[in-house]
């Protein structure tokens, strides 16, 4: 407690060359936590969306969809493995899907689309795809021909809430139907599988359109943990029928994985950064401090003090520079992703730009413990870093050399 108080003392023999330090670590952790809450937050937000409106944690096709997507690859009577995963207690909820390609048409445009038979409840029980609704309202009425479609699709065909379209694809049967439907809703999901091409009918319409009757294309599982994933995948797996295959959502969307994956590196790489620029901070400090003070330590010494104890001095006055730049660094990072949690950082001006990558316009920043407790281990490793040197060219001086030291 003593060596802390006489290091606190001495710190502040030069104070604005101190509070210059102070500041420099303070913006540094700011930058750090800022570009990492930010980042993690973007990813997890695409991973959230992609995760909630299509892939879930697990999903279930038939053994041949994922090479063929034909509208015959199907996932008959699914009626058993639903029953499994009602009863599993680790799922939060599910949905089941049939899709098909083919065209919407307007009376000026059309444009490939992806067709997906819902069932609206399961659906926003599962990733609250309501909450997605640009414009127009979720409900179907499967009696009259109404349909949600991504917002995408919807600026590209230039049309609106309300307006008539014409579905065109290939019926189970391989014939060529069409049906003309009612837009009720458009959705923006930050998917671009869905807001690019995204067609929305209620289960009943999609089976009359291409005439299918009790068989699904893909089951989706949302579990109440990620962390529960690789146990369920493997129980699952074990228990579908030989024509049926489980997918994580890594397996469907690799480079979402590996975008998480690159964010971690990228944050190592920050840290590096981080602790050069704390590093360099507390070298100037030190450095010249001792070197103004070199005729101190030599009459220190040459009372008889040990030099273990002058090193402890010295280190102890870099770690108070480096705490009080992690104090003051940490409440200013804090506050900062604190609002970005709540308020995010709207990219407005480069919307068009955003939506072709699936980006959201808002990003939301991620508020975790972790990031303060491992800029806090940098700061101490760089602080004691840091000390070395001038340690190393105090420790050369003999006592009476440093005192006539000038």
Do not use: C
């Not at 709207?346 to 991620?366: C, I, L, P, R």
């Amino acid at each position: 407690m003593f060596l802390i108080k006489l290091a606190y003392q001495n710190i502040w023999r030069r104070p604005a060359r101190t509070i210059a330090s102070i500041i420099m670590i303070s913006f540094g952790l700011v930058g750090l936590l800022f570009t990492q809450g930010i980042y993690r937050g973007m990813m997890e937000q695409i991973l959230s969306d992609s995760i909630r409106t299509q892939t879930g944690h697990v999903t279930l096709y038939d053994h041949e969809y994922r090479k063929m997507k034909k509208i015959s690859n199907t996932i008959e009577n699914p009626k058993h493995i639903l029953e499994y995963i009602e009863k599993d207690e680790r799922v939060q909820s599910y949905f089941v899907r049939m899709i098909q390609n083919g065209m919407i048409t307007t009376a000026r445009n059309s444009r490939p689309a992806n067709i997906l038979g819902i069932d609206p409840v399961q659906e926003k029980a599962f990733g609250k795809l309501d909450e997605y609704m640009e414009s127009g309202t979720y409900d179907f009425d499967s009696e009259n021909h109404e349909i949600i479609i991504g917002a995408e699709l919807a600026r590209k065909l230039k049309t609106k809430v309300g307006k008539k379209i014409v579905l065109q694809t290939q019926a189970k049967d391989k014939s060529l139907v069409s049906e003309a439907y009612k837009i009720k809703g458009i959705i923006r999901t930050n998917n671009p599988f869905i807001d690019q091409s995204g067609v929305f009918l209620s289960q009943p319409q999609f089976n009359r359109l291409i005439g299918t009757k009790n068989e699904v294309h893909q089951i989706s599982v949302m579990l109440k943990d990620e962390l529960m994933l690789n146990d369920f995948y493997k129980n699952i797996s074990d228990s579908l029928p030989k024509d049926v295959k489980a997918y994580t959502w890594k397996k469907i969307n690799p480079l979402a994985g590996m975008g998480r994956e690159m964010v971690k590196q990228m944050e190592v790489i920050i840290y590096y950064i981080i602790f050069v620029m704390v590093a360099i901070a507390i070298f100037d400090v030190v450095l010249i401090s001792i070197l103004e003070r070199v005729r101190e330590f030599g009459i220190m010494m040459a009372i008889g003090t040990k030099f273990s104890r002058i090193r402890n001095q010295v280190v102890v006055e870099s770690l108070v520079i480096g705490v009080l730049g992690f104090v003051f660094g940490g409440i200013l990072g804090f506050l900062l992703l604190l609002y970005l949690k709540n308020y995010g950082i709207n990219f407005d001006f480069a919307e068009s730009g955003m939506n072709k990558f699936g980006w959201a316009t808002t990003m939301y920043a991620k508020l975790e413990l972790e990031y303060f407790i491992s800029a806090f281990i940098a700061t101490l490793i760089a602080t004691g870093a840091a000390s070395i040197v001038p340690i190393f060219i105090l420790k050369r001086l003999k006592p009476m050399q440093a005192i006539y030291f000038t």
